[in-house]
């Protein structure tokens, strides 16, 4: 059972229906341009500048849908936490450890610590990498289908 208010939720619309799954598309929008200061700030026109990304993906069906209908899906708002964490925070450890350790090492010129923050974020990036294909097999990190959208 799925807990609704412990979840991030977002509409996407479904483009194609296989068995008990459907393919669906959701679009990725900044949150910049929303405030009242969008007219004069620089970050809202960069977000402006880029082009909505579109992400598909396939989601488990709780009803019977239709290409074309709206539905409303959702993701374990404690699923993405941790997500986030192994995609941002992962490599900015590796990061600072490789730093450290060029330094501790090989000296604490400033081209021998850039190499060590390089490779240490290489490594936290192919960590971080090979941690997301583990945790997409876990089925608290799969999107579901909470309702179908009006």
Partial sequence: MTDVDNMVTETALVVDVEKDYAWVECVSR???GQCHAADSCGNSAV???FAPKTHRFKVRLKHPVIPGQRIEIGLPAQ???RS???VYLLPLV???IGVILAAVFFGS???IVLVGCIIGVLIGFLLA?????RLSRHREY???MLSISQ
């Fill in 109 to 111: 010129s400033n081209n």
């Fill in 79 to 81: 699923s993405l936490v």
């Fill in 94 to 96: 590796t990061m600072v």
């Fill in 84 to 86: 986030a964490m192994l």
């Fill in 30 to 32: 900044s949150a910049c």
């Fill in 142 to 144: 799969e999107p579901v």
């Fill in 129 to 133: 990498r090979l941690g997301a294909k």
């Fill in 47 to 49: 977000a402006k500048a």
